[in-house]
């Protein structure tokens, strides 16, 4: 019995170490001060994904698997965020996301109905992560032109930028614990061991902002790019508040509420980023010591990075940051460009969605700048002006798709190029348009959000830049990756706009006021048909006064 | 339910009932909408205020408030500062606000403006305004909330505010750590009073003068629309210059006007700009919550503090406080910075702090009240704005419209409406009467062989009942007898040539009594030029007297016009079709103004009806007491003519005020008040979109014009 066991849990070793070597899971944790007052902290969970078959999987969630080969997807982000990333404050996150729900995808060529695959594809990850993503419809999708590309492996010489992307991004979505619960499901070690352990959600969503995200793309296998696998990467974004959490000095206790129990077990690597380039203004010390620190010069911008390694049998680590002075105000330099997006007018009649775009830097960038208005926000491409003129010269190439009532939201997806230390404004102006009373939403005069612009950009300096290149996968491979330009998509700010809303008492004195007036008609209709009339002799015609008194002598009787 | 089966029923019963009862139904009306009026400040008449929106739930939550030690040191700081720094300027100190919004890691912003004055010669005033955004956790700035307090410098004749500005960098001191606020709050502080207001509302819904926004390069159904005269002017004076930080859709401001923490009560101003009004929610939500935190408050008349006895003082305190909301509200000047919120569907009040000797009178048994401090406030204050931070929807529920009758009390505008329909109704019936007669005389032909008898007979009847009030009814009567009995014998070609109507003379002397009107509306900006060039008078005399001899000119003018485009004189239908338009225009005037401001609607009717009733078509023959009930009602005409009436109002005024005033001082001091009051009117209309004097010049004044006519023309 006792060899038969051991035989059984050789083999279970041996499927084990195969397995191992053929999926490959690491954990990754970055945490960047963001002065005077913010702390980001930044979580992924990497799981590259070999072998083709979704039907033998280890360390990948399979249903994600299952669905990615279902549909036919080649690359899926899902990001479901709370709060606004401030990025005049707050510089660059590593992956940007608008607040609500945001899902893009692209599928393989040979899907004959993207749209079919595509709703199916919302509504089964609406159904895995508790999101309403299964609002997602036509009338709330586009297919970004030019703002997006896949940060995947592609093959050449098809162009995945129209036909095949799909983009829609749900702003009213409110991110809870129901979404972060399915979302740690997915991990190889759930919440038990390793880096998610420290996502307790009573904790961390009492942040300033945070962001749940999904991103798979495929990555190629070999160095001729023959064959890919797909990379899974999941990633929570979290900004704390150093006046919320009513303490400049932080530590993975006041965090998290509990120190750090080792790695995950089943990941080959797992590694802690403290970015120490703040050290400098606000200076902090870290405790306990990193095992290293790294420099990075990274276009044109030094970066020191504390790294700490932790080992599924490390014991409790604590990291923190002590800060020698306490409550110093420090004037943020913003970052090489930030944006600003707001509703213009006041009324229930026309209104202006306005971008502010800023490049402060001293060269001109180029940006494409995607403009994705709802059916009832009907935004007019003759009022597009920028900077107030109709016809501007910063425009390079412009694409602008209609939007059709219930049907199709409104597109627009400028390319423009920014003169350097410059403010740019797109105006666009937009009519409010009256909806059917049973399209509106509950709580109607809350107002009606305004999905994000995406603007997309060549950054040539990587000054704030935290992003991960194309063509690395860890936090490690941003050291030194210095490139000619940077690319990123950023999510401006949302809005919302108050329609025109009826009263929705009204349809019950709608009713009451209808059954009043077919009472009254009814009245005299039954009594022409069941009442003869009699011709009643004339007298005298008589006074107001006796008429009056008349009117109550008939009372009386 | 006769109208359903039969609807000729009755008409002709209907007509003479109406031509016999009219004038002293339409005196009836009238007397019943004052009594109505006076009625709605009485509690049988009246409602308590109840929360109508659920989702505010005020009161619910443990006060925090701990910031009176940071407010205290705030306050002592700021005077501190402007003692030694801005004792002898009118300068904000920018630097120190924002140094102390930049310490509570507030977003600061500073935001400029520019007004160019656009009376007299042209001067050129600048302002900065501080405002600091607290960035609510966890949402994307949709939604904000305002905290504004305007600065007054020290030599400013009004009381400061600095304790108000003291306490809301204390608030905001307090608010900055909470985890809980769903909307962002931005703390303003304005210059220039309500100017600075206006250019930072302006600024944050991107009203700009310059291009590259709004309203100049909006699509072209905008344009033509928008190139009235309102607005390019409107554009040209006030600059809002533009903002670098922005928040989300504003719910809710609150203005704060506290010179000192000890003060006695609070005073909660709701009148805004035309006289919109906050909703009654967030009016109400004030009062309570001042109750929770144990501040003493009041609404003009009514003081929490004082609880009447007996329901006669209950009522007349009632209309007392109906009528002073009335009279802040008829002017349509906001009396607080909240009230230029109101035009952006942003509903706002203010909080003013009062103590036991304002200038705003003195209220009973002030001076048993303990007085507030800065813990207080700060609680009623959390209170406030925790509860506005609950809101899920903007304030759409109860009531826009509305009159207070108390802290606790209101009219609804179902209430108040039939008050103002009553008047607006005897002019209806007025002149529904008239054109009934003048349908008449269509009708006769037929009718006549059937009841001439009968009519006849009805026709003594009625003269003799209007006899007594009226002359100029049994005249009109007497007339159209005449006439029938001509008209029996003459040719219906006849008739036509003397009884036919030119509307296009009559629309020809209405459209050109509107154009007067507009010209007038338009004139002020020349004579303000025209005496600043010429007779190097300041503006509000040169406006002044430049009105004022425009009305005289109208006065002579105005019954000569009827005289223009046609070839005979206007008989009497054409006389009696203007009257008829006269009346239905003034009562679409009460009613439409009304609508939106009940005060000035109420007003205008109240003062217009007697007028438009007594105006009718005038005999050329007549005796002496006849032609005294004309100069009578030309006299009452004259004394209502609008500037005739304010420059009245404002020299009883005076005399009210400073009783022991010479009456020729009186006068004159009423006659610079006058002045001022049409000045600020005009700029009001010019900077903020008062339109007062638009509706004053445009409606109200063709309207004079023509019931001057009217009493002005004989008919033979």
Same mark, same amino acid.
């Given at each position: ?77 899902? *990001? ?43 509504? *089964? ?177 030094? %970066? ?5 390694? &932790? ?43 306005? %971008? ?26 003759? %009022? ?40 740019? %404004? ?52 941003? &050291? ?35 059954? *009043? ?41 | ?94 630097? #120190? ?23 007299? @010669? ?58 809980? #606020? ?13 100017? =600075? ?26 344009? /033509? ?18 903002? $670098? ?30 006289? @919109? ?10 009062? $309570? ?28 305190? =009632?209309? #007392? ?31 003013? =702090? ?57 009219? /609804? ?60 009814? $049994? ?233 001057? @006519? ?7």
């Amino acid at each position: 019995m006792s060899k038969f066991r051991n035989i059984i849990f050789l083999l279970f070793l041996i499927s084990q170490t195969i397995s191992v070597s053929s999926d490959d899971f690491k954990e990754e944790l970055y945490i960047k001060p963001l002065p005077p007052m913010h702390l980001y902290v930044y979580f992924q969970f990497i799981t590259l994904i070999t072998g083709d078959t979704y039907e033998h999987s280890h360390l990948a969630p399979r249903s994600l698997k299952e669905i990615m080969s279902r549909f036919q997807v080649e690359e899926l982000h899902l *990001t479901l965020t709370e709060g606004q990333w401030r990025h005049k404050q707050w510089g660059y996150p590593v992956m940007d996301a608008a607040p609500g729900a945001e899902l893009y995808a692209w599928f393989a060529p040979t899907v004959t109905d993207v749209n079919a695959n595509w709703k199916k594809l919302s509504a *089964t990850l609406s159904g895995l992560f508790c999101a309403s993503l299964n609002f997602i419809d036509a009338h709330n999708t586009i297919s970004p032109k030019m703002a997006l590309t896949p940060l995947g492996a592609m093959n050449i010489g098809l162009n995945y930028t129209s036909q095949f992307a799909r983009y829609a991004s749900l702003p009213r979505e409110i991110v809870c614990t129901e979404n972060l619960t399915p979302w740690k499901k997915l991990l190889p070690c759930e919440s038990s061991h390793g880096f998610a352990s420290l996502l307790n959600s009573r904790l961390i969503h009492n942040t300033n902002y945070h962001s749940i995200g999904v991103h798979i793309r495929k990555v190629c296998s070999n160095n001729e790019c023959t064959n890919y696998n797909f990379e899974v990467k999941q990633t929570v974004a979290l900004v704390y508040d150093f006046k919320i959490i009513n303490s400049i000095n932080w530590s993975f206790k006041l965090l998290f509420g509990q120190g750090l129990f080792g790695g995950c077990p089943l990941s080959s690597s797992s590694k802690i980023y403290i970015d120490l380039t703040s050290n400098d203004t606000l200076p902090f010390k870290l405790s306990p010591k990193p095992i290293s620190i790294i420099q990075s010069q990274r276009g044109g911008s030094d %970066t020191l990075l504390a790294v700490y390694d &932790i080992k599924a049998d490390s014991p409790m680590i604590n990291i923190g940051a002590k800060h020698s002075i306490d409550n110093k105000f420090s004037v943020t330099i913003p970052p090489p460009l930030h944006f600003n997006r707001y509703v213009l007018g006041y009324g229930k009649e026309f209104g202006g969605i306005v %971008t502010e775009i800023t490049n402060t830097y001293w060269a001109p960038i180029d940006i494409i700048l995607l403009e994705n208005a709802p059916w009832w926000l009907p935004i007019q491409l003759s %009022t597009l002006r920028i900077n107030g003129e109709a016809e501007s010269s910063l425009i390079l190439k412009q694409y602008y798709s209609p939007g059709r009532s219930r049907q199709r939201p409104y597109h627009l997806e400028l390319l423009m190029r920014l003169p350097p230390k410059s403010t740019t %404004t797109v105006t666009i102006d937009f009519e409010f348009v009256f909806l059917k009373w049973q399209e509106y939403p509950p709580d109607a005069n809350h107002g009606f959000y305004i999905g994000s612009a995406l603007i997309s950009a060549k950054l040539p300096t990587a000054k704030n830049y935290t992003s991960i290149p194309v063509d690395g996968t860890t936090l490690e491979s941003v &050291i030194n990756a210095s490139k000619p330009w940077y690319p990123a998509v950023f999510r401006t700010n949302g809005a919302m706009v108050s329609l025109p809303t009826p009263d929705f008492s009204m349809p019950y004195n709608v009713i009451c006021l209808a059954c *009043t007036v077919v009472a009254l008609a009814f009245g005299p209709l039954h009594n022409i048909c069941t009442k003869e009339l009699v011709l009643k002799p004339s007298g005298t015609p008589i006074s107001l006064r006796q008429r009056i008194i008349n009117l109550f002598k008939k009372k009386k009787d | 339910m006769g109208l359903l089966s039969d609807p000729e029923y009755g008409s002709m019963r209907f007509i003479k009932v109406l031509k016999r009862i009219h004038s002293p139904l339409c005196f009836l009306f009238y007397i019943g909408a004052v009594v109505w009026f006076f009625l709605l400040g009485h509690r049988e008449f009246n409602n308590d205020t109840y929360f109508s929106e659920n989702a505010l739930l005020p009161g619910l939550v443990t006060n925090e408030f701990n910031g009176e030690q940071a407010a205290k040191q705030f306050h002592n700081e700021l005077l501190q500062e402007l003692e030694d720094k801005y004792e002898d300027t009118d300068e904000m100190p920018v630097p #120190w606000l924002v140094a102390k919004m930049s310490q509570i890691h507030l977003e600061v912003y500073t935001h400029n403006f520019t007004l160019n004055y656009p009376l007299g @010669q042209g001067q050129v005033f600048k302002g900065t305004n501080v405002y600091g955004i607290l960035r609510a956790p966890r949402t994307s700035s949709l939604e904000a909330l305002v905290l504004t307090v305007p600065y007054r410098p020290l030599s400013s004749h009004q009381k400061g505010t600095t304790a108000g500005i003291a306490l809301m960098l204390a608030f905001a001191q307090f608010a900055r750590p909470k985890k809980y #606020w769903a909307k962002d709050i931005i703390f303003l502080v304005t210059e220039h009073e309500q100017l =600075g207001m206006q250019a930072w509302l302006e600024a944050y819904h991107g009203l700009q003068s310059d291009s590259g926004t709004f309203y100049t390069n909006l699509g072209s159904f905008w344009k /033509s629309k928008k190139k009235g005269w309102e607005w390019t002017n409107h554009s040209r004076c006030l600059d809002p210059g533009t903002l $670098k930080g922005r928040s989300g859709s504003i719910q809710a401001a609150i203005n704060l006007e506290f010179h000192t923490p000890k003060i006695k009560y609070i005073e909660v101003k709701v009148e805004g700009l035309n006289g @919109q009004l906050p909703n009654l929610d967030l009016v109400n939500l004030v009062h $309570k919550l001042c109750v929770k935190s144990g501040i003493h408050h009041s609404y003009k008349n009514s003081y929490a503090w004082v609880r009447n006895r007996n329901s006669m003082d209950g009522w007349v305190d =009632g209309v #007392w406080t109906m009528l002073g909301m009335m009279s802040a509200q008829i002017a349509g000047v906001p009396n607080g910075n909240h009230g230029l919120f109101h035009r952006f569907g942003i509903e706002a009040v203010t909080l003013e =702090g009062r103590d036991a000797d304002d200038p705003a009178g003195i209220p009973p048994r002030v001076h048993q009240l303990t007085a507030t401090n800065f813990y207080r406030l700060g609680t009623a204050l959390e209170s406030i704005f925790r509860s506005l931070n609950n809101l899920l929807e903007r304030f759409h529920q109860s009531y826009f419209f509305y009159l207070l009758a108390a802290t606790d009390r209101f009219i /609804s505008i179902g209430q108040y409406m039939p008050s103002l329909c009553l008047l607006c109704g005897a002019m209806l019936i007025r002149a529904l009467s008239l054109w009934v007669t003048i349908q008449k005389e269509d009708d006769k032909k037929e009718d006549k062989k059937d009841n001439d008898k009968d009519k006849d007979e009805k026709d003594k009847e009625e003269s003799k009942v209007i006899e007594n009030r009226e002359g100029l009814r $049994k005249r009109v009567k007497g007339d159209l007898k005449e006439d029938r009995d001509k008209s029996i014998f003459k040719e219906d070609s006849d008739i036509k040539e003397t009884e036919s109507i030119s509307i296009v003379s009559i629309g020809a002397n209405y459209f050109l009594a509107h154009l007067i009107g507009l010209g007038v509306l338009n004139s002020p900006l020349v004579f303000s030029h025209i005496g600043a060039k010429y007779f190097d008078k300041p503006s509000e005399v040169s406006v002044y007297y430049g009105l004022f001899c425009v009305s005289a000119l109208i006065v002579v003018i105005s019954p000569f016009l009827l005289k223009l485009f046609r070839q005979r004189p206007a008989n009497r239908d054409e006389l009696t079709i203007i009257n008829i338009l006269l009346l239905i225009e003034m009562s679409t005037l009460g009613l439409c103004v009304g609508m939106h401001n009940i005060s000035l609607g109420l007003c205008v009717c109240a003062l217009y009806t007697p007028l438009a009733l007594l105006v009718g078509v005038r005999e050329a023959k007549g005796g002496l007491k006849r032609s005294l009930s004309v100069y009578l009602k030309q006299c009452i005409c004259l004394l209502l003519h609008p500037l005739v009436i304010l420059t009245v109002c404002m020299m009883v005024y005076s005399r009210v005020l400073f009783p022991e005033e010479p009456l020729l001082s009186a006068l004159g001091r009423g006659r610079d008040a006058a002045m001022q009051a049409i000045m600020f009117s005009i700029v009001d209309s010019l900077i903020y979109g008062n339109w007062l004097f638009n509706v004053a010049t445009t409606v109200l004044l063709p309207v004079w014009i023509i019931s001057w @006519q009217l009493l002005c023309v004989t008919v033979a």
